[in-house]
């Protein structure tokens, strides 16, 4: 089964920056995009970042687009979500995702998520 374990989510200040990290376990992260959502509060999930395995593909949501920057490190099994410029209605639970293909455009994950980390912008 897959295990995702995110982190580095906490408080902030707007303009401020976090990153978030996901580890990962099971047969999908070797060859298959990750993707990152987030849940903000009453809402349902949302897209936010997808990259391909080889990390010679990304997108980003429009709202996003500029200020965050996802990456990977393949041997160490880790999905990374840099985040600047923050601000409140990025406010939300933060989940990364398994890819059901390499395919970022679009991106289409498998149902499988984590706890999820909270980040909190305050302005």
């Known amino acids: 089964q897959v295990q995702l374990v995110e982190s580095g989510g906490g408080s902030v200040q707007a303009g401020g920056s976090l990153r ?3 580890a990962v376990s099971g047969p999908t992260f070797s060859s298959y995009a990750m993707g990152w959502f987030r849940r903000p509060p009453g809402k349902e999930r949302e897209f936010v ?3 391909s395995w080889s990390s010679d593909s990304t997108r980003y949501a429009d709202s996003v687009k500029g200020r965050f920057t996802i990456s990977r490190d393949n041997a160490q099994n880790t999905v990374y ?3 600047n410029s923050l601000k409140p209605e990025d406010t939300a639970v933060y989940y990364c995702n398994p890819g059901r293909s390499d395919s970022t455009t679009p991106y289409y994950g498998m ?3 984590g706890k999820g980390t909270l980040v909190t912008v305050s302005s």
Request: neutral net charge; contains cysteine.
């Open 20 to 22: 978030l990290s996901c």
């Open 49 to 51: 970042a997808a990259i």
């Open 81 to 83: 979500l840099q985040m």
């Open 111 to 113: 149902n499988y998520w």
